[in-house]
């Protein structure tokens, strides 16, 4: 049996009140001025709010630096079937996409704040690739530049890879003050990050990355403890021996130095703030750069 007519026009009236409701919801998520939890949270305390009848994979779309190739695999990681709206989730499924949110997208923020976010992880992990990555697509970060006592590689550029100088001048500007960190490195040469065009850009407004390793990442974290500090894990401890094997430039002696070294570096990773699994380079990136985006628990302790 047909609903009379007069019911059909205001169903029909409700339903697009509700989508048009729903695209506002998703806007505000996407421009910041809505953080995805409480959208969760509003949809869970009421099932007849508008926040219920949202589709999960709309939510995440909305949130900025997530695309569909992404939800798709959150999805399937949090175990919740594409066509499910908020008021349809399981106890389970309710908290890990909590957490999820809660890690991801969970405050309304200032986009316009600079951050300082460093890269460390184990040797032979990937960082180079992936920061290189974030310097091809993401012209909005900077990717720092470093002063290395070591040798270029053929194809590496001064300037561009590195800036390439000798111990002299090394030794000037430590005592010229002008490296935010320096370390040496597989106890062979000295790297440092000049301190200058990092300043500038913060002070600018532009976000900077610096991919460096976990000695530079603690005196970073102690110089300036607002920079976020990432760890980049392999998938699995015999993916990093086959990734630093396969990359065939060093010799077995060095290759059993650098596993011993990236033991040790691997149990630095609980002194970072956020851990990014690299497993494929572009999603690896994407993470990284959608976590310079997100405000820390202390800056909003500081906004209190
Ligand atoms: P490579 O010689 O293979 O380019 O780099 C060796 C290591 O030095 C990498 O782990 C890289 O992250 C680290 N590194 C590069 N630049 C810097 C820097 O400015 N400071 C510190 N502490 N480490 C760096």
Do not use: C
């Amino acid at each position: 049996m047909n609903p009379p007519e007069v019911d059909r026009v205001a169903a029909s009236r409700a339903a697009v009140a509700a989508r048009r409701a729903r695209a506002a919801v998703k806007r505000a998520v996407s421009e910041r001025r809505l953080s995805a939890v409480s959208v969760l949270d509003t949809a869970l305390s009421s099932s007849e709010s508008i926040e219920a009848s949202l589709r999960v994979r709309d939510l995440l779309m909305s949130i900025p630096g997530l695309g569909p190739v992404r939800v798709d695999r959150i999805m399937e990681r949090l175990e919740i079937a594409p066509s499910k709206r908020l008021s349809g989730l399981g106890v389970h499924q309710q908290q890990r996409l909590r957490e999820f949110l809660a890690k991801r997208a969970p405050v309304v923020e200032r986009p316009e704040q600079s951050r300082l976010v460093v890269l460390a992880g184990p040797t032979a992990v990937g960082k180079g690739t992936v920061s290189g990555y974030i310097r091809e697509n993401y012209p909005e970060v900077l990717l720092s530049v470093s002063a290395t006592t070591r040798a270029p590689r053929p194809g590496e550029i001064d300037g561009v890879s590195y800036y390439f100088i000798d111990d002299a001048e090394f030794d000037r500007m430590v005592e010229a003050g002008e490296f935010l960190e320096w370390a040496v490195v597989h106890n062979k040469s000295r790297y440092g990050t000049p301190r200058g065009p990092i300043e500038e850009a913060l002070a600018a407004g532009t976000s900077v990355l610096l991919e460096i390793d976990i000695q530079g990442a603690r005196q970073v974290k102690g110089t300036m403890p607002e920079a976020t500090l990432v760890f980049l894990l392999p998938p699995t401890w015999d993916e990093l021996v086959r990734r630093l094997i396969g990359r065939g430039t060093e010799t077995l002696e060095e290759q059993e130095r650098r596993l011993t070294t990236a033991r040790v570096e691997l149990a630095a990773q609980d002194e970072f703030d956020h851990r990014v699994v690299n497993r494929d380079v572009e999603a690896a990136a994407a993470e990284v750069v959608e976590l310079m985006q997100i405000q820390k628990a202390t800056d909003l302790r500081s906004k209190e």
